[in-house]
Structures are given as structure tokens and as C-alpha cells.
């Protein structure tokens, strides 16, 4: 496990400046013991903005690097959110894998944004890179956090099965105003369309509401998918 040697805040570098990128860090503001160090995106201007809204929010300090690497390896830098678009999470994963396996960079984790690649494939090379690279890592899912779903299975769990056995089914639907960019139309760089980006937080929120209180992922196992 790779390890800093960071005794205060988490510091974050962010990769990514657009919707998703400022969504997370207007986020940021009610978590406690983090900062935003750093913030890397390919355009100029668009990382120099962000970098100076992460200041404004009182977020800081935050500096924008000109580039993955420099960011990466800056010793004011703990942990990676990875909120670009989803084309670009696979090859910016390689080099961040390969930047830490390398010794380059010491970096205590790495959060990804929803999908973590475009295909099962790129999902798979995704967990597989981080794993290898001896990162905390984790997919910033966020609902089954909130204290409807949190609230509804502690009901589930301790009123109704006890008297009516176990729950087996579990329904959920997603809508937002989105896209707010136009690469979500493009195939070749989403992925999915709604089912990839959306269809996530409904399969992740039935799992955790069917998975028995102390149980762990694997004490539910898939049996049939058709979409």
C-alpha cells in the first residue's frame, strides 16, 4: 500500500476542469479535512479558472500544473479525483499506474467519477491498474449515502424482514436535466448513453438495499442481466 507522509488534510489534485470537475468542488466545501492542492486539464484556461474558484471557495491552495505527471508526482498532492470525460480515464489511469509503480509519484488514493470506462473491458483494465498500483481507490458513487436510502433499508431490515423474510426485489429510477456537454452524444467518447451514466446509481442503490446489514458485496451474486 502506498503511503504519504501527510499527517494533515487530504490533499486532492483534481484531473478534469468542466461540469462534473466544478460540481465536485462546490462538494468539497462541506467536507471536512480536505483540500484541493492542484488541478490539471489540457486546456490552459480552463485550468487556471479552476484553480482560482478552488482558491475563492477557500479551498486551497490550489495550483494548476501543466501536466498529469507534474501534478501526480508534486509532493502537495495526496490523493487524485480522476472527473474527465470518460474517454479519457483509461489513458490517463495508465500513466498515473505507471508514474507510481515507477516510484515517481506517492500517492496515498485515487477516486474515480461514474463510469470508470466507456466498455466492461476498459472498467476491468481500470480496477486492475489501480490494484496493481497499491492505491485506496474507490467510484465516487453518492446516493447510497443519503439519508433516504440509508433510512429505508435500516427500516427493511430491522421492521419488515424479520417477519416477512428477506427482500428480493428492488426498483429504482434516474433522471436528470443533463448532458451538459456535447460529448455525451458522441458514442466513441460516452460509452453508453443514459445506461452507462445514469443506470449505475439504480444498480448500486438495489444492492445495497438488498444486502443483509453486515454482509459484504459478494454475498450477492448475479444471475441474469438483460437490458
Known amino acids: 500500500m502506498t503511503q504519504t507522509t501527510n499527517s494533515g488534510p487530504l490533499r486532492i489534485g483534481i484531473v478534469g476542469s468542466g461540469f462534473m470537475a466544478n460540481f465536485h468542488l462546490t462538494s468539497l466545501i462541506a467536507v471536512r479535512n480536505c483540500t484541493v492542492a492542484g488541478v490539471y486539464s489540457p486546456t490552459p484556461a480552463n485550468r487556471e479558472a479552476f484553480a482560482l474558484r478552488a482558491?475563492?471557495?477557500?479551498?486551497?491552495?490550489?495550483?494548476?500544473?501543466?501536466?498529469?505527471?507534474?501534478?501526480?508526482?508534486?509532493?502537495?498532492?495526496?490523493?487524485?479525483?480522476?472527473?474527465?470525460?470518460?474517454?479519457?480515464?483509461?489513458?490517463?489511469?495508465?500513466?498515473?499506474?505507471?508514474?507510481?509503480?515507477?516510484?515517481?509519484?506517492?500517492?496515498?488514493?485515487?477516486?474515480?467519477?461514474?463510469?470508470?470506462?466507456?466498455?466492461?473491458?476498459?472498467?476491468?483494465?481500470?480496477?486492475?491498474?489501480?490494484?496493481?498500483?497499491?492505491?485506496?481507490?474507490?467510484?465516487?458513487e453518492n446516493q447510497v449515502y443519503s439519508t433516504a436510502v440509508k433510512?429505508?433499508?435500516?427500516?427493511?431490515?430491522?421492521?419488515?424482514?424479520?417477519?416477512?423474510?428477506?427482500?428480493?426485489?428492488?426498483?429504482?429510477a434516474e433522471e436528470?436535466?443533463?448532458?451538459?456537454?456535447?460529448?455525451?452524444?458522441?458514442?466513441?467518447?460516452?460509452?453508453?448513453g443514459v445506461l452507462l451514466d445514469m443506470m449505475c446509481h439504480s444498480v448500486e442503490v438495489a444492492r445495497y438495499l438488498l444486502t443483509q446489514p453486515g454482509e459484504g458485496r459478494d454475498s450477492l451474486r448475479l444471475k441474469t442481466a438483460n437490458a
Not at 486492475?128 to 485506496?136: T, Y
Not at 433510512?151 to 429504482?172: C, F, H, V
Request: with cysteine; hydrophobic share 40%; glycine share 12%.
Open 55 to 140: 482558491n475563492e471557495l477557500g479551498l486551497g491552495p490550489a495550483q494548476a500544473f501543466d501536466s498529469l505527471a507534474d501534478m501526480v508526482t508534486s509532493p502537495d498532492v495526496d490523493a487524485v479525483w480522476l472527473l474527465m470525460p470518460n474517454d479519457a480515464r483509461l489513458p490517463v489511469m495508465r500513466e498515473i499506474h505507471g508514474l507510481v509503480t515507477s516510484g515517481k509519484a506517492k500517492l496515498a488514493g485515487l477516486a474515480c467519477e461514474k463510469p470508470l470506462g466507456r466498455t466492461l473491458t476498459e472498467a476491468k483494465e481500470m480496477l486492475s491498474l489501480v490494484e496493481d498500483a497499491g492505491l485506496n481507490h474507490g467510484y465516487l
Open 176 to 192: 436528470h436535466a443533463g448532458p451538459h456537454e456535447p460529448w455525451f452524444w458522441r458514442g466513441d467518447k460516452q460509452g453508453g
Open 151 to 172: 433510512r429505508g433499508k435500516e427500516i427493511i431490515w430491522r421492521r419488515a424482514a424479520p417477519s416477512t423474510g428477506r427482500p428480493y426485489l428492488a426498483r429504482a
